[in-house]
Each structure stands twice: as C-alpha cells, then as structure tokens.
C-alpha cells in the first residue's frame, strides 16, 4: 500500500527522490511490523501446504506459526492451524456459525480450548468467555463463519478490542473475520482481518497466515475494567441508622433490613443492614445499575458486595457472581437509576432462581428491590417494582424496613405487585398521540378488567352473548371512553363486542385490541350515518344466528347498569312482535323532566345513539331504499322509521347512556343545543329493577294507562297556557295528592296538530323548535314524569281523550281557543 507513489512515472532525480522515499515508507513498515514481532501473509496460492509443517509457514525459531481461513459463505467450514497442527477445519466438523476460536496458553504455548460461538444468535456467551473464561494473557485465534455480527454487540466488540482488535468495529452481517489477539493487548496491535461483503451475497473466504511471538504486544491489564467486587473485610461499614428504621424489635435468627432505592438520578440508593448502611453511592462502590448484598445465613453478616452498571455494561459479572452464592445465602438487591438496558436474560432468571418475581418486569428507569436467598422454594415476598413514566418519567421511590429471617419462605405463586404496568397500552399510546385521557401518566397502567356477574340466572341471559356494535365518530377520547365504559359492565363478554373501524385508520383496530374487544374494518363515508349502516351491515353478516343486536354510535358513555338493563329488557322484547327494540337513550331525559329509573315507556319512534334492535328490524333498515327515507339524519332530528317498520321502541325514562356535549363548528343550530348542551340525567345506580315490565306489552301498556288517566288529577289547559303566556315554568302541585298522576287536555284540529301541545309542554321545560313535532309519542300521547308523578298530555284526535272527565269537557273546550 504504501509503494503506491511509485507507480506514477516521473521523470529525472524526482523520480529518484520518490523511489527513495518509497523505499524508506517501506522499509519502515517492514521494520514495524518486526518491532511487533507478527507478521501476516495472505494465501492466495493454491498449492499452501497447510498440513506441512507448521501451516505451511516458516517463522523465526522463537515464533509461532497460524493458518487461519474463514468459512466459504455458510457452506464450507473454517480452519485454524496453530504451530504445525490444524484444530479447526471442516473435516473436523468442530466449528459453527459465529465466531470460532483457539484459546492458547502464554506460559505453556499449548491449546488449551476450542470453542464456537454463535454470535449471530447471541453474545453473552462469547463476553462470559472472553472476561471469565480466559485467563491472564490468554491468547486467541479467530475464524468467522456464515455471520458473526449480527448480535456481536457493543459490549462483545467492547471486549475483542481489550484483545487488541480495531477491525471488528467494521465487521458487518455475513462479513469475514481473522484475528490473533492476546487478552490486555493493546487496542490495534491484534493481527486481524476483515473482509468486506459489498453486494455480494456473502464476503469471499481468505486465508491468512503468519507468524507471531508470545507475548503479540504492549499489554495493559482488563482487571481493572471488571467489577466492583468486594469481599468480608474489604466491607466499609457506613453510619449507623438504629435498627434499620424498623420499628419493634427482630426476633432471634432474623435480622433487620432497611432499603431506599433513592430518588432518580440525583439521591443515592441505600441498604441497611443490621443497623449499618452497608451500601450507597458513597459506599462499597454502589452505583448505578444492580447493586447487591450478600449475607451469610450462619452468622447474618455481609459477606460480599457487587456492583455492576447493567445501563452501560454486559451483566456477565453480575450473572457469574450470582451462581457463585453459596447454598443459603441471602441476597439484597437494589437498582438505582437505570439498570434494564443490558441486563440479560440469563441475569434475570438466575434472581427469578433466587426467588424474584417481577425482575423480568424492570424496563427503562423503573426502580426495584428484592431480597431473596440461594436455595429458596417459590418466591420471595420481599420484593417491589415501580415503574417509570412512559416518556421515562423518573418513578415514585420506594422505601422499606423488615425482619428478614435466615430462612426466607417462599410463595408459590408470584405475589401480585403493588402496581401493574401496562406496555400494551404504553405502546399504543407511544405511536399515538392525542389520547389524553387513557395515556394520562397517572392511569396509562391502569387495567380494567371484565367484572363477573353475580347472579347465575342472569348468566344465561341472552344479553350476554349479544353482538355489540361500537361505531366511531372522529373523537378518539370519546371512543376510549365508550370502550372503557363498555368494558366495566358487568358480564360483558368481549368476544362479542366489535368495534368498526374506517379501513384507512386502523387505529381504532388497535385500540380495540387494548380493551380486548374484536375489530372489523369497513370502507370509510363522508357521512357517519353512511358509516353507521355499513357497520350495521357487517355486524349482521359477522354474526348470522343471532336475533338481537347492540348498536352504540360515537360519542357514549355508558351508564354501570347498560348491560343489566338490556337483559331486563330482552325478554319482553322477545314477547312482543310490536316491540322492535329498547333504546337507552330518551330524548327527552332532561334534568327535572325524568328522575323514575325503573320506568319505562313504549314511543313511536328510533331515538339511536345506543339501542338494542332484533334484527329483522335491522335488515329492514338497512335496505338502502328504506335506509334512505328513514336515517339519513342524525337521529336527533329523528328517524322515520315507518312505515316499513311498524313497531314501538321501549325506552327508559332515565337515560342508560350519556352522550357527551356536542361542540364545535357547525353545531350552532339552537336545537342541538338545546337536546345536547343542557343537564340530562343519566342511571347512576349499579343496579336497577325494573318495575312493571308485563306491563309494557301491546295491550297491557294500554291498561296501564288508561288506569293511570282514569285516576289522574286534571290540569286544565288554561292554568298553563297562564304559566307559558307569562314565560314561566311550572313549578309545583298540590303536594297532598302526591304521586297522583296528572293530565291535561287539549284540543287538536287533526291528528297531527301539535302546535297547542309544542306550546303546554314548554310550561314544563322542553324545549321544541315548531317545525318538529313533539318526541316520544305514543299514539299521539305525550308522556313523561315529572315531579314525581306521570304526566299525560292528550290531544282531542288521540283515543285517549274519551277519558277526559264529563265534568270537565267545557272547560277544556274554551281554554284551546286562544292557543
Ligand atoms: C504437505 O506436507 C506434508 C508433510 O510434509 C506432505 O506429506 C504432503 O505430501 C504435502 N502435500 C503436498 C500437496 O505437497
Ligand atoms: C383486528 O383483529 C384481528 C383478529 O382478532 C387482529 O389480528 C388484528 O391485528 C386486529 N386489527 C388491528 C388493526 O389491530
Ligand atoms: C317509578 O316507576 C315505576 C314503574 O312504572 C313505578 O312502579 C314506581 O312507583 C315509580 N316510582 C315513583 C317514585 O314514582
Ligand atoms: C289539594 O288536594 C287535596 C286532596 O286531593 C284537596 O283537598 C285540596 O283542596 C287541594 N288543595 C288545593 C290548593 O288545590
């Protein structure tokens, strides 16, 4: 390389000065090699002499000769010659993939290991050899095959450098790598070589060959890069602290224990020992990463320490000093700051041996103490984890005192930590922003679990196996809030809930799969009605043997009792071919205008939001040329269901769902404002009866009501045309015939004259615009509960108003004139 120079033609003396200078590069480099005493050739004659003597090399008589050739792609195996004698080749078939070494003694010169190590795979084992395994001044020869770099890491590298390499930095996947290094050697003084795959599909194989003396270099020591192990009298005893902190006194054969893990990177760590900090920052080298105790379980004293920074280094040494214990020994352990990036597997399982059970739990910054013992049966109960924040918020410290016996008794089952860490959830909330409420630092671990029902009867419920439909609109906070709420009813079954997302954000997919819930992607609409067919359509298909479904639309919160109120519906629904399904949301469910949860009414109308439907209603609806003239408006406008569909709704009189605020552009118009953005009442109960439900059916609800208007205080008209004239509302009965319902009557010019009636029903507090008629008819009666008692508003072309008392007939007549 460095006779380059040379090749370039120049003419006259400064042609002579060049070779000159060439001659002087050369020889320099010649001389340096000798002055490190190895030398290298590259074999790229075919007729090498490998099993001649001394691998075809000659060297000076003090040398020691090497033949070293690196696999051919993953086909055929490397070889190692050393001193005359091949002990790896493909013959042999003693090699691997990864990386294969010959372990020479310095004292002896004699081979004294063969090993191979599938770097590809993993590298702890190639660290643990090359830190524990080989021995002062132990010298190595290297052959690669197939790949070795793939998980050849920091550390692994780390370590081959402390043997004199500087090439392995670049070896990259499926590359060829040759060394002869020496254990302390300085950094670049291993003989080695690399070579390069460019676009093929593997490197070519080389074969180098050479001679080196013993020891290969300048050397410096790798002990003082192991870890920080102290042993019975190299232990400092730090302040005293009395009893540990422990408050009451350690009985015999137990001794007290204080643990502090500190507060993140700032305040150190402690342990405690028999009223002594024994280990801390400032003490016996503790730091950062796993800080360990030993204490014998004869004489309950300190008998080793070890600290070793798992953030930035291997845990090999933590791992051989665990497997070093002696049989009862009892191990205290602390992280402090950060010590999960490099901690091993075969680390964590040596302290799940110890008795640990959460250890494979530590992630990023979380902090944990343990204290087990060597031989224990199960696992400890000394043990604690607190996790990090998701964007590695420093956790909440814990801190501790106990007697721990000299003989720690086990669990056999892990013992369920304080605090449970959700990385399903911290994942998702990591790829996606704007979930304030279910990434919330403070609740981002929460986990909600489906809650049991009670009652065996109502296990056999339909309701718990009817599909649920959850329909999304674009507020994501609001979805998660829908999904949590479904998920805490009781009894829920998330095998049937399915949440239908827009097949171009599988976001939703995702989240469905957070709360354990199915998912079903659907083509997206500009139109959430459009949306809300289309999952209605797939829900039918998805689930073809089931009679009854549940459809929630965006934007829900359910009440607890949801699910225990549908089931209570279910079977009514079932007996009455007029009933086509059960709403949870009334309409007119307002704050002072319902208040009886155990009340329900029959309406002539589809009030949505969340609805349990049979689906021969829903096949109807969905057939586009009804699905056109029925709901193509949000349902607070009203779907006209009829007349394809003939049938009531049963509806509560207090709401089972709540449907947030509506806000936002477009949704100035004074009615949705007045439905939405005004108090409602919604069922806070867990668990409600619901009376009278034989009486919902279709003749039995006329009997009911009937009965009701019969023994009905009559309000006229004329007292409350006064209360809406002057602009006010009505604010009481007479008290003494309380729970009486009342009525009042009022003269219609048509069936579906409802001018006078939109008018009454202001004096009560409602709310309607003139150009839609009043909701929650029946039969063009207008019922609700107000005041502790039922409420009946009946118009003259209603077959209610026979019932109008004789006496009052001429008093109902003169007070609608003026209406
Ligand atoms: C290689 O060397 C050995 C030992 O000296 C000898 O027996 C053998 O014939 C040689 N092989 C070739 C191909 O020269
Ligand atoms: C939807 O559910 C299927 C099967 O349950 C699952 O494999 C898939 O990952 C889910 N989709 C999303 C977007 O999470
Ligand atoms: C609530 O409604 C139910 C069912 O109609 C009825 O039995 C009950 O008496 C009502 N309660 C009150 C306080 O009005
Ligand atoms: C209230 O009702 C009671 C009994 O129903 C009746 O005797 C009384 O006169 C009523 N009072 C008023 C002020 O209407």
């Given at each position: 390389m460095?006779h380059v120079?040379?090749?370039?033609t120049v003419q006259?003396?400064?042609?002579?000065?060049?070779?000159?200078?060439c001659l002087?590069?050369l020889i320099?480099?010649?001389?340096?090699?000798?002055?490190h005493?190895?030398?290298?050739?590259?074999?790229?004659?075919?007729?090498?002499?490998?099993?001649?003597?001394n691998?075809?090399?000659?060297?000076?008589?003090e040398q020691?000769t090497?033949?070293?050739?690196?696999?051919d792609?993953?086909l055929?195996?490397?070889?190692?010659?050393?001193?005359?004698?091949?002990?790896i080749?493909?013959?042999?078939?003693?090699?691997?993939?990864?990386?294969?070494i010959?372990?020479i003694?310095?004292k002896t010169?004699?081979?004294?290991?063969?090993?191979?190590?599938?770097?590809?795979e993993?590298?702890a084992?190639l660290i643990?050899?090359?830190?524990?395994?080989?021995?002062?001044?132990g010298?190595i020869l290297?052959?690669?095959?197939d790949?070795?770099?793939q998980?050849l890491?920091e550390d692994s590298?780390?370590?081959?450098k402390l043997y004199?390499?500087k090439a392995?930095?670049?070896?990259?996947?499926?590359?060829?790598f040759?060394?002869v290094?020496?254990?302390?050697?300085?950094?670049?003084?291993a003989?080695?070589?690399?070579?390069?795959?460019?676009?093929a599909?593997?490197?070519p194989?080389?074969e180098k060959?050479g001679?080196?003396d013993?020891p290969?270099g300048e050397?410096?020591?790798?002990?003082?890069?192991?870890?920080d192990?102290?042993?019975?009298q190299?232990?400092?005893?730090?302040?005293?602290?009395l009893?540990?902190g422990?408050?009451?006194v350690?009985?015999?054969?137990?001794?007290p224990v204080?643990?502090?893990?500190?507060?993140?990177d700032?305040?150190?760590?402690?342990?405690c020992?028999?009223?002594?900090?024994?280990?801390s920052d400032a003490?016996?080298?503790?730091g950062r990463?796993?800080?360990?105790?030993v204490i014998?379980?004869?004489?309950?004293?300190p008998t080793?320490?070890?600290h070793v920074?798992?953030?930035?280094?291997?845990?090999t040494?933590l791992?051989?000093f665990?497997?070093?214990?002696?049989?009862g020994?009892?191990v205290?352990?602390v992280?402090?700051?950060?010590?999960?990036r490099?901690?091993?597997?075969p680390a964590?399982e040596?302290?799940?041996?110890?008795?640990?059970?959460?250890?494979?739990?530590?992630?990023f910054?979380?902090?944990?103490y343990?204290?087990?013992q060597n031989?224990?049966?199960?696992?400890t109960?000394?043990?604690?984890?607190?996790y990090a924040g998701v964007?590695?918020?420093?956790?909440k410290?814990?801190?501790?005192?106990?007697?721990?016996p000299?003989?720690i008794t086990g669990r056999?089952?892990?013992?369920?930590?304080?605090?449970?860490?959700?990385?399903?959830?911290r994942?998702?909330?990591?790829?996606?922003?704007?979930?304030?409420?279910?990434c919330?630092?403070?609740h981002v671990d929460d986990?909600?679990t489906?809650?049991k029902?009670?009652?065996?009867q109502?296990?056999?419920?339909k309701i718990y196996s009817?599909p649920i439909?959850?329909?999304?609109?674009?507020?994501?906070?609001a979805l998660?809030?829908?999904l949590q709420?479904?998920?805490?009813?009781?009894g829920i079954n998330?095998?049937?809930?399915?949440?239908?997302?827009?097949?171009k954000f599988?976001?939703?997919?995702e989240?469905?799969?957070?709360?354990k819930?199915?998912?079903q992607?659907i083509?997206?609409?500009l139109?959430?009605?459009d949306?809300?067919?289309?999952a209605?359509?797939?829900?039918?298909?998805?689930?073809?043997?089931?009679?009854?479904f549940?459809?929630?639309?965006?934007?829900?919160?359910?009440?607890?009792?949801f699910?225990?109120?549908?089931?209570?519906?279910?079977?009514?629904?079932?007996?009455?071919?007029?009933l086509?399904?059960?709403?949870?949301?009334?309409?007119?469910?307002?704050?002072?205008?319902?208040?009886?949860?155990?009340l329900m009414?029959?309406v002539e109308?589809?009030p949505g939001?969340?609805?349990?439907?049979?689906?021969?209603?829903l096949?109807?609806?969905?057939?586009?040329q009804?699905?056109?003239?029925?709901?193509?408006?949000?349902?607070?406008i009203g779907?006209n269901?009829?007349?394809?569909?003939?049938g009531?709704?049963?509806?509560?009189?207090?709401s089972r769902v709540?449907?947030q605020a509506?806000?936002g552009?477009?949704?100035?118009?004074?009615?949705?404002q007045a439905?939405?953005n005004?108090?409602r009442?919604?069922n806070?109960?867990?668990d409600?009866?619901l009376?009278?439900?034989?009486?919902?059916?279709n003749?039995a609800?006329?009997?009911l009501?009937?009965d009701?208007?019969?023994q009905?205080?009559?309000?006229?008209?004329?007292?409350i045309?006064?209360?809406y004239?002057s602009?006010?509302f009505?604010?009481?009965f007479?008290?003494s015939?309380q729970?009486?319902?009342i009525?009042?009557?009022y003269?219609?010019?048509h069936?579906h004259?409802?001018t006078?009636?939109?008018k009454l029903?202001?004096?009560f507090g409602?709310?309607?615009p003139?150009?839609?008629?009043?909701?929650?008819?029946h039969k063009?009666l207008?019922?609700?509960?107000?005041?502790?008692r039922?409420?009946?508003?009946?118009?003259?072309e209603?077959?209610y108003?026979p019932y109008?008392?004789?006496?009052k007939?001429s008093?109902?007549?003169?007070?609608?004139?003026g209406?």
């Amino acid at each position: 390389m460095a006779h380059v120079p040379c090749l370039i033609t120049v003419q006259g003396w400064k042609k002579f000065v060049l070779v000159l200078i060439c001659l002087c590069i050369l020889i320099y480099c010649i001389t340096s090699l000798f002055s490190h005493d190895r030398q290298m050739w590259d074999v790229n004659f075919n007729d090498w002499n490998v099993t001649g003597d001394n691998c075809g090399v000659t060297c000076k008589p003090e040398q020691h000769t090497f033949y070293i050739k690196t696999g051919d792609s993953n086909l055929y195996g490397p070889t190692i010659c050393y001193d005359g004698k091949i002990y790896i080749s493909n013959e042999l078939k003693n090699y691997g993939r990864g990386l294969n070494i010959l372990l020479i003694d310095d004292k002896t010169k004699k081979v004294t290991d063969i090993r191979s190590f599938d770097t590809y795979e993993d590298e702890a084992p190639l660290i643990r050899f090359l830190k524990k395994t080989v021995p002062e001044n132990g010298i190595i020869l290297v052959a690669s095959f197939d790949d070795a770099s793939q998980n050849l890491k920091e550390d692994s590298r780390r370590w081959l450098k402390l043997y004199g390499s500087k090439a392995v930095t670049d070896l990259s996947y499926r590359e060829g790598f040759v060394m002869v290094g020496q254990r302390g050697l300085n950094e670049g003084l291993a003989v080695e070589f690399v070579v390069k795959k460019r676009n093929a599909a593997f490197a070519p194989y080389v074969e180098k060959a050479g001679c080196f003396d013993i020891p290969l270099g300048e050397q410096h020591s790798v002990e003082l890069l192991l870890p920080d192990v102290l042993y019975k009298q190299e232990i400092s005893m730090g302040e005293v602290l009395l009893n540990c902190g422990y408050e009451g006194v350690c009985q015999a054969d137990s001794f007290p224990v204080r643990i502090d893990t500190g507060q993140s990177d700032k305040i150190s760590f402690q342990i405690c020992v028999n009223g002594h900090v024994m280990m801390s920052d400032a003490l016996n080298k503790g730091g950062r990463g796993f800080n360990v105790l030993v204490i014998d379980s004869v004489h309950l004293q300190p008998t080793a320490t070890i600290h070793v920074d798992t953030y930035n280094y291997d845990s090999t040494d933590l791992e051989v000093f665990l497997e070093s214990l002696n049989k009862g020994d009892i191990v205290i352990a602390v992280v402090r700051d950060e010590a999960s990036r490099k901690l091993s597997h075969p680390a964590k399982e040596l302290l799940n041996k110890l008795g640990s059970g959460h250890i494979q739990n530590l992630k990023f910054r979380d902090v944990w103490y343990f204290i087990g013992q060597n031989g224990i049966n199960g696992f400890t109960t000394y043990e604690q984890i607190s996790y990090a924040g998701v964007d590695g918020e420093w956790p909440k410290a814990l801190e501790n005192s106990f007697c721990v016996p000299k003989k720690i008794t086990g669990r056999q089952i892990i013992p369920d930590p304080e605090v449970h860490r959700n990385d399903e959830r911290r994942g998702f909330c990591k790829k996606y922003k704007g979930y304030y409420e279910l990434c919330d630092p403070a609740h981002v671990d929460d986990i909600i679990t489906p809650v049991k029902i009670l009652s065996q009867q109502l296990e056999t419920n339909k309701i718990y196996s009817t599909p649920i439909l959850i329909i999304p609109g674009m507020n994501h906070n609001a979805l998660v809030r829908t999904l949590q709420t479904t998920l805490m009813q009781p009894g829920i079954n998330t095998d049937f809930v399915t949440i239908f997302w827009d097949e171009k954000f599988p976001e939703y997919g995702e989240l469905a799969g957070l709360f354990k819930f199915q998912n079903q992607s659907i083509p997206g609409s500009l139109r959430y009605q459009d949306q809300v067919m289309k999952a209605i359509s797939a829900g039918l298909r998805l689930f073809p043997e089931k009679d009854y479904f549940i459809v929630l639309e965006e934007d829900l919160l359910l009440t607890a009792d949801f699910l225990n109120f549908m089931s209570q519906c279910v079977e009514t629904l079932g007996m009455d071919e007029s009933l086509i399904g059960v709403s949870a949301w009334n309409i007119n469910g307002y704050d002072e205008l319902s208040g009886n949860n155990s009340l329900m009414y029959r309406v002539e109308e589809f009030p949505g939001l969340g609805f349990m439907m049979k689906r021969s209603a829903l096949k109807l609806l969905i057939e586009p040329q009804n699905f056109k003239t029925c709901c193509t408006h949000r349902v607070w406008i009203g779907w006209n269901v009829k007349p394809e569909l003939e049938g009531e709704m049963l509806v509560p009189d207090v709401s089972r769902v709540f449907r947030q605020a509506i806000q936002g552009a477009g949704n100035t118009d004074e009615y949705i404002q007045a439905i939405f953005n005004r108090p409602r009442v919604a069922n806070l109960q867990s668990d409600v009866l619901l009376t009278g439900m034989n009486k919902l059916t279709n003749t039995a609800y006329e009997e009911l009501i009937v009965d009701d208007l019969k023994q009905s205080i009559v309000v006229l008209p004329g007292e409350i045309t006064l209360c809406y004239q002057s602009g006010g509302f009505i604010k009481e009965f007479n008290q003494s015939s309380q729970g009486t319902p009342i009525s009042v009557f009022y003269k219609q010019d048509h069936t579906h004259d409802y001018t006078l009636l939109n008018k009454l029903i202001k004096c009560f507090g409602f709310y309607v615009p003139d150009k839609y008629p009043p909701r929650n008819l029946h039969k063009g009666l207008f019922r609700y509960y107000f005041m502790k008692r039922n409420i009946y508003l009946v118009g003259s072309e209603t077959i209610y108003y026979p019932y109008l008392p004789q006496d009052k007939i001429s008093e109902v007549n003169p007070g609608t004139g003026g209406g």
